[in-house]
C-alpha cells in the first residue's frame, strides 16, 4: 500500500526556517518523482519543486526559487523540503505527491499525481 505521509509543519515567525519532511512506504522510493505541493486557503493547489534522483530537481514556483529546496534520503525513505526565510504568503497547507510511474518525470501539474499525502499545515506569522 503506497503511503506518503507529511511533517515537520508549525507556526514560525517571518524570516524563519522549518524543514518538511514526507515519510514513504509500500514502493522503492528512488524509483519515483516526489513533488511538493501547497495549497492556501481559497486558492489552487500549486506546484512547488520535485524530485527525481538525487541529482535531478525541478523548481516550479518562482516565489520560492532560492528558498526552499528539496532533497530525499532514500535510505530513510523520506523526502526533504528545506523553507528558509519564510513569508507570511508561504502559510498553506503543504503536500508530498508521488507520480504514478517509475518513467514518470518531475512536473508542477498536480493532476500527474496520482498518490497524496494528507498534508501538513506550515503558519507563518509573527
Known amino acids: 500500500q503506497v503511503q506518503l505521509v507529511e511533517s515537520g509543519g508549525g507556526l514560525v515567525q517571518p524570516g524563519g526556517s522549518l524543514r518538511l519532511s514526507c515519510a514513504t512506504s509500500?514502493?522503492?522510493?528512488?524509483?519515483?518523482?516526489i513533488g511538493w505541493f501547497r495549497q492556501a486557503p481559497g486558492k489552487e493547489r500549486e506546484g512547488l519543486a520535485c524530485?527525481?534522483?538525487?541529482?535531478?530537481?525541478?523548481d516550479y514556483l518562482d516565489s520560492v526559487k532560492g528558498r526552499f529546496t528539496i532533497s530525499r534520503d532514500n535510505a530513510k525513505n523520506t523526502v526533504y523540503l528545506q523553507m528558509n526565510s519564510l513569508r507570511t504568503e508561504d502559510t498553506a497547507t503543504y503536500y508530498c505527491?508521488?507520480?504514478?510511474?517509475?518513467?514518470?518525470?518531475?512536473?508542477?501539474?498536480?493532476?500527474?499525481?496520482?498518490?497524496w499525502g494528507r498534508g501538513t499545515q506550515v503558519t507563518v506569522s509573527s
Open positions: 524530485i527525481k534522483d538525487s541529482f535531478s530537481t525541478s
Open positions: 505527491a508521488r507520480l504514478l510511474s517509475t518513467y514518470s518525470l518531475c512536473s508542477g501539474d498536480r493532476r500527474l499525481y496520482t498518490y
Open positions: 509500500g514502493f522503492t522510493l528512488e524509483s519515483y518523482a
